[in-house]
T-cell receptor
Framework: DAGITQSPRHKVTETGTPVTLRCHQT?????MYWYRQDPGHGLRLIHY???????DKGEVSDGYSVSRSKTEDFLLTLESATSSQTSVYFC??????????FGSGTRLTVV | QQQVKQSPQSLIVQKGGISIINCAYE??????FPWYQQFPGKGPALLIA?????SEKKEGRFTISFNKSAKQFSLHIMDSQPGDSATYFC???????????FGKGTKLTVNP
């Protein structure tokens, strides 16, 4: 998607290992979000950021941490991956007008 | 707690038919109501959005109907096509800078 990229696109990791997902934007938007998508649950907010070094928790933040040291990068870290964190992770960005632009997602499998 | 309830979970429509997806919200302070379309393997993409100062917004074959008193809004897809087969999410938020609350999604299948 234009202006927002997620990496990696796919990852398989072992239980107990740390994992970091990256979201990079070129739109200079203030707001960035991490969601996970699971069947039957839709999109659930993990963490979000409203500026450099300003982050807050979403509804499913346990087991996740984030960092935003630059406007363009928002990192999501799974401190010790568990099988319940197998999911598709989406990053989104927004300016102040409400509409989100989503990345293409990262499919994470924890074995 | 789920602040936006979306129905149905899945919908099968014949080509040329009308697809209707409904959403209900609880927070009367919500003032922005977008719909997102998601194809398999892709991220959701903004399809159409409405603010509560109008009761209907149309863009091509896609129409949002908004009922403020009932706290409901719906997406109508006219002349549905197989290429419309996707998952649709409704959402809502308060103010331009607040995080969106999403419905759980509707998987639409349009049969040829």
């Amino acid at each position: 998607d234009a202006g927002i990229t997620q990496s990696p696109r796919h990852k398989v990791t072992e239980t107990g290992t740390p994992v970091t997902l990256r979201c990079h934007q070129t739109e200079n938007h203030r707001y960035m979000y991490w969601y996970r998508q699971d069947p039957g649950h839709g999109l659930r907010l993990i963490h979000y950021s409203y500026g450099v070094k300003d982050t807050d928790k979403g509804e499913v933040s346990d087991g996740y941490s984030v960092s935003r040291s630059k406007t363009e990068d928002f990192l999501l870290t799974l401190e010790s991956a568990t099988s319940s964190q197998t999911s598709v992770y989406f990053c989104a960005i927004s300016a102040s007008t409400g509409g989100y632009t989503f990345g293409s997602g990262t499919r994470l499998t924890v074995v | 707690q789920q602040q936006v309830k979306q129905s149905p979970q899945s919908l099968i429509v014949q080509k040329g038919g009308i697809s209707i997806i409904n959403c209900a919200y609880e927070n009367t302070a919500f003032d922005y109501f977008p719909w997102y379309q998601q194809f398999p393997g892709k991220g959701p993409a903004l399809l159409i959005a409405i603010r509560p100062d109008v009761s209907e917004k149309k863009e091509g074959r896609f129409t949002i109907s908004f009922n403020k008193s009932a706290k409901q809004f719906s997406l109508h897809i006219m002349d549905s096509q197989p290429g419309d087969s996707a998952t649709y999410f409704c959402a809502a938020n308060q103010g331009g800078s607040e995080k969106l609350v999403f419905g759980k999604g509707t998987k639409l299948t349009v049969n040829p």
